[in-house]
């Protein structure tokens, strides 16, 4: 449940169409944008690590196409938003040193020891809201079609 400012792109950065946002959306702000305070801006909720190899992009603003890109961006640790001021990013955003053979020891882990092919069975027939899952919002009910 942790939110971090690590630098990525915002969302109207991404060559796809991914989230539809615009220039000005309060979503690029992350946190900051549903809560107002600027102390949150730019601070994204960290995904949890499994099955992270079935997504076809990675960080907020969808500006990594694969695991081991974010890996060597966090190995790096070069902000890539410019609209992110020095101390909004989050301290824990530092170079971390891994070698080559490293990040592809760590992206081999992510992508393959923390996949499970069948977690698809953990999906619940329904919720007890009526909503869907797992984004459990009327938005998603509409778009999801699970009445």
């Not at 989050?90 to 040193?97: A, C, E, Q, S, Y």
């Amino acid at each position: 449940m942790q939110f971090n400012a690590l630098g990525m792109n915002d969302m109207i950065d991404c060559p796809e169409p991914t989230f539809n946002t615009i220039q000005n959306d309060p979503s690029n702000l992350g946190r900051g944008g549903f809560t107002k305070n600027p102390s949150d801006n730019y601070k994204f909720k960290v995904p949890q690590p499994y099955n992270l190899a079935d997504s076809p992009f990675y960080g907020h603003g969808s500006s990594f196409r694969t695991i081991k890109e974010v890996i060597k961006y966090k190995n790096m640790a070069v902000p890539q938003n410019k609209n992110i001021l020095k101390n909004q990013i989050d301290p824990i955003f530092k170079p971390i040193g891994l070698t080559p053979e490293e990040i592809n020891t760590l992206t081999a882990f992510i992508t393959q020891a923390l996949y499970d092919p069948k977690l698809r069975r953990f999906v619940p027939q329904k919720l007890p809201s009526g909503l869907c899952f797992p984004n459990a919002d009327l938005q998603s009910r509409r778009d999801m079609n699970c009445f």
